[in-house]
């Protein structure tokens, strides 16, 4: 396994629609692993692959506690089957956009299908944390960041942040 870069927005790769995967094999498997890495490094509790520059639809979860024993969930081209009516509010932060949170208001129940790490179909629930997050990776997908569901100007107001944060990175690299 090894750590991939994280992409920071803004990055127009952030807002480009990824790909259906056709198969799972060792290749994606090694991808997935790497993707858990970096999550797990960073520390997160989701990463989608378009944080890690590749346009595919794949999600890795694990909202387990630190102390608990791991529970990493990896969804291949996950979609969402149903979302409750009844809708709950979650501080949320994202890996591509470092030191940056807000409350936003999804769906507080969904319901959604996918393919596991050994390329079997599921189908699961999940509500609370998870379907937070679980939402949250998937709009990832189509290119969406929770900032999107912010006013016009706390939304900008970020972004002034990130792109500024962003220099200091690359000062720092250089
Ligand atoms: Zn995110």
């Keep these: 396994m090894s750590k ?16 259906i995967l056709e198969k799972v094999d060792d290749e994606l498997r090694r991808l997935m692993d790497d993707m858990l890495e970096t999550m797990y490094s960073a520390p ?5 692959a378009v944080q890690v520059g590749i346009l595919k639809r794949l999600v890795v979860i694990d909202i387990s506690k ?10 291949i081209n996950p979609e969402i089957i149903s979302k409750s009516k009844s809708t709950s509010i979650h501080e949320e932060g994202c890996l591509s956009l ?3 949170f807000a409350e ?17 179909k ?8 998870l379907s937070t997050c679980i939402q949250h990776e998937i709009d990832h997908l189509d290119g969406k960041l929770f900032i999107d569901y912010l006013s016009k100007l706390k ?7 990130l792109v500024k944060h962003k220099k200091e990175l690359n ?4």
């Design 98 to 100: 470092p030191g940056q």
């Design 104 to 120: 936003i208001e999804r769906p507080a129940e969904c319901q959604i299908k996918y393919i596991d790490y050994d390329g079997k």
């Design 4 to 19: 991939r870069k994280i992409v920071i927005e803004p990055d127009p790769i952030l807002r480009q629609k990824s790909e």
């Design 155 to 161: 939304k900008d107001m970020i972004l002034k942040k």
């Design 122 to 129: 599921k189908e699961i629930k999940a509500k609370g944390l």
């Design 171 to 174: 000062k720092i690299v250089l």
């Design 66 to 75: 630190e102390k608990e024993k791991k529970h990493p969930l990896f969804l």
């Design 44 to 48: 997160g509790i989701g990463l989608a």
